[in-house]
């Protein structure tokens, strides 16, 4: 979507980039665009990253306060 045809037809030294400001900031135009389409799905997966974060911290807790804990007492935690 953001490398033109333009910007694929220009030759550059030594494979150099053939980035330029103003693909750039089509790249950050899509990326907004995205963002604000998709911000719900985005949102629900940082409160699942979260939780999940929140879990293992607990867990890692409970194993330095209480020493390592066999396969079933940890399936039993969650």
């Not at 980035?19 to 135009?29: H, L, N, S």
């Not at 804990?69 to 039993?76: C, I, K, L, P, V």
């Amino acid at each position: 979507m953001t490398t033109t045809a333009k910007a694929k037809a220009r030759r550059h030294p030594r494979g150099g980039s053939r980035w330029t400001r103003g693909d750039e900031a089509t790249f950050r135009a899509y990326v907004d665009e995205l963002s604000f389409e998709r911000r719900g799905e985005i949102d629900a997966l940082n409160r699942k990253l979260s939780r999940q974060e929140r879990a293992i911290t607990a867990v890692r807790a409970k194993t330095v306060s209480h020493g390592p804990t066999t396969g079933a007492e940890m399936q039993a935690a969650f």
